[in-house]
């Protein structure tokens, strides 16, 4: 196994991101449209946090992603993306290793990670990336 492989190897580097001002539809609408979990916020082209599909599941029970929209349509009218995304995100490097970034994973309690370069971001890694990389080194 190669031991300093970059974690750029293995990031999407095509991200879907909303900006802090836009709703949480629009976070849904992205999740649905492109089956991903995971979306960066952001503040310009500086990220500001990061909200997952864990976190919308968390105000509407699930009901969204069941196709039993309704009631909880209304909480995603009234709250903000500030207001439920996990503000200034632990954040890695394109250079760093793959074996960092799952060391993180390893001791953290999320599973994506923004790639940054210049505090922009450029990328985003996830804990399914690091286990697909492993599952092609045997």
């Given amino acids: 196994m190669k031991k ?4 750029s190897k293995i990031m999407t580097s095509k991200v879907y991101a909303v900006q802090e001002n ?12 492109h089956k991903i979990r995971h979306v960066p916020v952001l503040s310009g082209k500086k990220i ?3 909200i997952s599909r864990t ?7 699930g009901a969204l992603f069941e196709n039993q929209e309704g009631a909880d349509e209304a909480v995603l009218e009234i709250l903000s993306i ?4 996990t503000s200034k995100p632990k954040v890695v490097k394109s250079e760093d290793s793959i074996r960092e970034v799952a060391e993180i994973f390893a001791s953290e309690e999320f599973h994506a990670l923004p790639v940054v370069e210049n505090e ?3 990328g985003i890694v ?3 990336d690091i286990i697909q990389y492993m599952l092609e080194q045997y």
Avoid: H, W, Y
Wanted: zero cysteines.
């Fill in 22 to 33: 836009d709703s949480l539809q629009d976070v849904v609408a992205l999740f649905r449209k």
């Fill in 55 to 61: 976190d919308i599941n968390r105000l509407t029970f």
């Fill in 120 to 122: 922009e971001l450029i």
């Fill in 126 to 128: 996830t804990t399914t």
């Fill in 4 to 7: 300093r492989e970059p974690v």
């Fill in 82 to 85: 500030p207001q439920v995304m």
């Fill in 48 to 50: 500001a946090g990061i």
